[in-house]
């Protein structure tokens, strides 16, 4: 019963909502929204992806967007379902250009949450399912190409005689979803990849790395893993998946090639690449341009006093080759999140003498908890079995906005302390020092305000609790010297080695290398929220910085992020490049302001 009343709430809501908004009447349509109301838009009616929250917000909206988009055929797609005192419910709808889907949720019969998200141009459909290609070519042609003919005909023109359409920079895990949408849109692409093979951007990490998000969560665009693939994935056979991938997906992908400055042509409307392929320097005009470097900019490396004359080895978490050199050395991990973690437990395996050096408090949360009490509804074996796919569970978290995100996770992590809080106690008596974010929202909101500041345990953390890992924690580093670091407590550890577990800058870093400062300064600090917590300075901007959608620089792209936003958001700025690429009228809603430019 309580379903069946939910559904009539939601369709009659619906048919209400698709009046008002055809009929253009703003202030009905303001009236089927509660006080405190959220719209999330992917494309749909932005050309953005951007969240208005409360009326005033969504009405602003709607006045730049409306008579553009003319939305329609709004549709209740399967059962809704009653969840407290709210319905919730998946609906399709179309535009001018587009047909959409979406996910609501009603509050005593007024919005609170609405998520739109764009899926697909309706002149521009993918090749897929009943639009899938032929293949074989039958009947008789003394022109006939054939499948590897016409493929290798593509890789000796794009770049060459034929210029593509969009350059990626990266060829990461983000590069390769991002080219794989493309590629099914037919937007041709270049992919430039400095590594000599798909997948080594993983390969050549150390040798303990493993992904620390389950597989339910991880699949590519296209191609989930199957069904026997491990919960786990280790780093080398991430890299197989992805080098197979690109080879079985027929993207145009240059390793061996490196980016050396690109320049935005102003008069032509066009990006001048530069890169050097096998050694050969190749110019490339693509129309747009966007960075794949990962979620990640430049690795940061302080500079401590003394560092030029240490005798030891020095390097930055993104360099370290693995334990096997160091037996019976003395290692020093400056840092305390999951890469600090990982290394200096693959040393402890390896017999180092190894010693952690904690600066500020870290966010730690167990990985069977993390799965069971965080992920396990969305992403998991059982979240399958109810129906629930990857492609939908992505869909319903982006349903919650930003903005309340905190409050939807707040109770999973605060279970968890209780859950763990035997756990927690041997790591605070070890010395450890502990947070669950600033304002305890825990593990998805500190990584998405500054992408560090956590570490998902699968062991480490025994080690420390035991001591054995050794940590010093609440000290910073005064000097180092040939043999050892001088401690701000006045303190001294010898060291043979030191590994900088210390992160990286924001992604337009990238930017300011390859391009220029100015244009880096110009697009401003990718990644954050405006949260006003810990390395995430206000102002609240309600959507990740730059990520996914248009910048203040014409052409100019970033895309990066776990699998999951990899997989998820490479959908959203394919279609607005695709979008582009036909010439369809795409007006912006809502760019972004820059208030950060690092």
Not at 83 to 104: I, M, Q, R
Not at 250 to 273: F, I, K, P, R
Not at 573 to 588: D, I, Y
């Amino acid at each position: 019963m309580a379903q069946q009343n939910a559904t009539a709430t939601v369709q009659a809501w619906l048919s209400d909502f698709d009046t008002a908004l055809q009929a253009h009447d703003i202030q009905r349509v303001l009236s089927l929204f509660g006080d405190d109301c959220y719209w999330r838009d992917f494309v749909a009616f932005t050309w953005n992806l951007k969240t208005c929250e409360g009326k005033d917000d969504i009405q602003t909206m709607l006045n730049a967007t409306l008579e553009n988009t003319s939305p329609s055929s709004w549709q209740l797609e399967s059962e809704a379902t009653q969840n407290g005192d709210t319905c919730e419910a998946w609906f399709t709808f179309k535009t001018t250009v587009a047909s959409g889907k979406g996910y609501l949720r009603l509050k005593q019969g007024k919005c609170w949450t609405l998520l739109t998200t764009m899926q697909e141009l309706r002149d521009f459909p993918e090749p897929r399912n009943h639009n899938r290609p032929k293949g074989a070519e039958h009947g008789a042609n003394k022109q006939r190409e054939t499948w590897l003919e016409a493929l290798e005909r593509e890789e000796a023109e794009l770049g060459y005689s034929r210029q593509p359409y969009c350059v990626i920079i990266g060829g990461g895990q983000g590069g390769i979803g991002l080219g794989a949408r493309l590629k099914q849109m037919r937007v041709p692409t270049i992919i430039i990849e400095r590594n000599e093979r798909a997948g080594d951007s993983w390969r050549k990490r150390y040798k303990s790395l493993c992904l620390h998000d389950p597989v339910w969560y991880d699949h590519l665009p296209y191609i989930p893993f199957p069904e026997n693939w491990p919960v786990f994935t280790p780093k080398d056979k991430v890299g197989d998946w992805l080098e197979m991938y690109t080879k079985v997906m027929e993207l145009n992908y240059w390793s061996s090639t490196e980016c050396q400055n690109a320049n935005y042509d102003e008069a032509t409307g066009e990006w001048v690449v530069k890169v050097k392929r096998n050694g050969e320097e190749i110019t490339l005009r693509p129309k747009q341009l966007v960075m794949a470097t990962g979620m990640s900019g430049m690795p940061n490396v302080p500079d401590f006093p003394g560092a030029e004359s240490f005798k030891g080895e020095q390097q930055h978490s993104s360099q370290h080759p693995g334990p096997d050199a160091y037996k019976g050395k003395k290692c020093v991990i400056i840092g305390s999140n999951n890469s600090a973690h990982d290394i200096a437990a693959a040393l402890w395996e390896h017999d180092a003498d190894v010693t952690m050096l904690q600066r500020s408090s870290t966010h730690i949360v167990k990985s069977d908890s993390l799965m069971e009490e965080v992920l396990g509804p969305l992403y998991s074996e059982e979240a399958v079995a109810n129906g629930v796919t990857h492609e939908k569970a992505d869909l319903i978290f982006a349903s919650i906005p930003y903005k309340i995100l905190p409050d939807f996770q707040r109770p999973a992590f605060e279970a968890i302390k209780q859950r763990d809080a035997e756990f927690y106690q041997k790591l605070e008596d070890a010395g450890f020092m502990l947070d669950f974010g600033d304002d305890e929202s825990g593990l998805f909101l500190k990584y998405l305000r500054r992408g560090s500041g956590y570490y998902i345990d699968v062991g480490a953390c025994d080690l420390v609790a035991s001591g054995d890992i050794k940590l010093r924690s609440g000290v910073g580093i005064e000097h180092i010297n040939p043999h050892s670091i001088t401690l701000t407590d006045g303190s001294e550890l010898p060291a043979d080695l030191i590994v900088y577990a210390t992160g990286y800058g924001s992604m337009n870093g990238w930017a300011a290398r390859l391009i220029s400062q100015e244009v880096a300064d110009k697009v401003g600090k990718c990644w954050g929220l405006g949260s006003d917590t810990t390395k995430d300075p206000g102002p609240w901007e309600g959507e990740l910085r730059n990520m996914w959608k248009p910048t203040q620089q014409e052409a100019l792209w970033f895309h990066g992020g776990n699998l999951h936003q990899s997989r998820h958001y490479s959908h959203y700025l394919a279609l607005q490049l695709k979008a582009r690429m036909e010439g369809l009228n795409t007006p912006v809603y809502g760019l972004q302001p820059v208030h950060h430019v690092s």
